[in-house]
């Protein structure tokens, strides 16, 4: 009877004591891996983009802060995804033109200051981090190479800009030049460049098929804002 009477006590202390499988302390907050926000302006159709990139996981919620407190992002799983979770996350903003709406308007939908994002893992820890986001844009990259619907020999495409040296005091880091195909816009020759390079032969390799390319330099700030500049190219 005193053995039963033990079970019975035992059973009773187990199942009064909360049990978590996440390994975390209960009301534990993490940061995110990555989360950030950066402006993209193209400075030769004359519009910019609000980025949104982040990644962690598995998470079943997550949602944006702006720093007067307005939630403008705001994404829960359903379903199976729910449970299951997802990880990374990268959005861009509509782009008009600034002819429709203005970059000061722009400005004012997404003014600067530090925003918060925060959200939810699937075993219920929560997620919280912040991104301060800077009205910092440079100027576009003028590209001096290839010239504006020239025709360039596979063999000889070389991309060259002037450094981007306004507004003054922003600090370029690096830029990133691409080429892309447009019979192909799966087919992109992509690289990073530290903020003191001018120039870049583009690979053969990566030519090999004939036909139209557009060549974008971006510029990219400290601050992760960054503005490119475009132009078509025909390879022979």
């Given amino acids: 009877m005193k053995r039963l009477l033990w079970f019975a006590m035992a059973a009773a202390l187990v199942a009064a004591v909360p049990i978590s499988v996440s390994g975390a302390p209960s009301g534990a907050t ?138 003054a005091g922003l600090e370029i880091v690096r830029y990133q030049v691409l080429v892309v195909s447009e019979d192909d816009p799966g087919h992109v020759f992509s690289t990073f460049l530290p903020g003191d390079a001018t120039s870049i032969a583009i690979p053969q390799e990566f030519l090999g098929t004939a036909g139209a390319y557009k060549v974008e330099v971006l510029a990219i700030e400290q601050s992760g804002n960054q503005t490119l500049s475009e132009l078509p190219v025909t390879i022979e």
């Fill in 30 to 167: 993490v940061e995110f891996k990555r989360a950030s926000l950066r402006v993209e302006v193209n400075a030769t159709d004359g519009d910019a983009g609000f980025q949104i990139d982040l990644d962690h996981g598995p998470w079943r919620s997550i949602s944006l802060k702006t720093p007067d407190g307005r939630t403008i992002l705001d994404v829960r799983n359903k379903g199976v995804l729910k449970g299951y979770g997802l990880t990374e996350l990268f959005s861009e903003s509509s782009e008009p033109p600034f002819t429709e709406f203005p970059l000061s308007e722009f400005k004012k939908l997404f003014p600067e200051g530090e925003y918060m994002f925060e959200g939810r893992q699937t075993d219920g820890i929560r997620m919280r981090s912040t991104f301060t986001l800077t009205h910092d844009f440079p100027a576009g990259p003028v590209i001096t190479s290839p010239r504006e619907d020239a025709t360039v020999a596979a063999t000889d495409l070389v991309v060259r800009w002037q450094p981007v040296t306004e507004p």
